[in-house]
């Protein structure tokens, strides 16, 4: 079945520098990639997503960039801010039976 | 545009006691989830709902976890007995493509 890994867990920068967080995918058949964002005590927030047939796709300073050769996606926020603070979740969804696998998570430290 | 709401947003049973939690999704989404999220990961499913019709059940326990959803719309997860184990966040999600799924606040259980 499909398994989605997510690096790193933990991820800590400076305010104002860009974050980037890496998921990889096992099964090539997956084609819609969502990003959540998750603050304390709150359900996932769909923040950005993109389908297999495109590469990349940006709303204002966050982006995701999807390499299917290689099986992996990335999202980029630039000029991250304290509110951008929160736990990324990345997940891959198979077309067969509409199911999101989801990976482990990033913790997003922005430090003032 | 409400969201998806959910109540309670947080129980505490003890451990073989009964327990219920419900969900209202956004108006107009035909499609209801239900994940299990324990602390530290990603959701996981636990049923997926097409209108009333649970399509995807694969990964409810079903010796003790029900659910149900009257008339396409508001959804109940039960889980009698309760057990250590089900301690977690129940979160309900709703969506009208099969794409984007929007979450609510989550319930978060404790079992003592």
């Known amino acids: 079945g499909e398994n989605v890994e997510q690096h790193p867990s933990t991820l800590s920068v400076q305010e104002g520098d860009s974050a980037v967080i890496k998921c990889t995918y096992s099964?090539?058949?997956?084609?819609?990639f969502p990003w959540y964002k998750q603050e304390l005590g709150k359900g996932p927030q769909l923040i950005i997503d993109i389908r297999s047939n495109v590469g990349e796709k940006k709303d204002q300073r966050i982006a995701v960039t999807l390499n299917k050769t290689a099986k992996h996606f990335s999202l980029h926020i630039t000029e991250t801010q304290p509110e951008d603070s929160a736990v990324y979740f990345c997940?891959?969804?198979?077309?067969?039976?509409?199911?999101?696998?989801w990976g482990a998570g990033t913790k997003l430290i922005i430090k003032p | 545009e409400a969201g998806v709401v959910q109540s309670p947003r947080y129980k505490i049973i003890e451990k073989k006691q009964p327990v219920a939690f419900w969900c209202n999704p956004i108006?107009?989404?035909?499609?209801l989830y239900w994940y299990r999220q324990n602390l530290g990961q990603g959701p996981e499913l636990l049923i997926r709902y097409e209108n009333e019709e649970a399509v995807d059940d694969s990964q409810l326990p079903k010796d003790r976890f029900s659910a149900e959803r009257l008339k396409g719309v508001d959804s109940t997860l039960k889980i009698q007995p309760a057990e250590l184990g089900d301690s977690a966040v129940y979160l309900c999600?709703?969506?009208?493509?099969?794409?984007?799924?929007?979450f609510g606040p989550g319930t978060r259980l404790t079992v003592t």
């Open positions: 997940a891959a969804r198979l077309d067969s039976n509409y199911q999101l696998i």
């Open positions: 099964d090539s058949a997956s084609n819609y």
């Open positions: 108006s107009g989404h035909n499609t």
């Open positions: 999600a709703s969506s009208v493509t099969n794409y984007e799924q929007y």
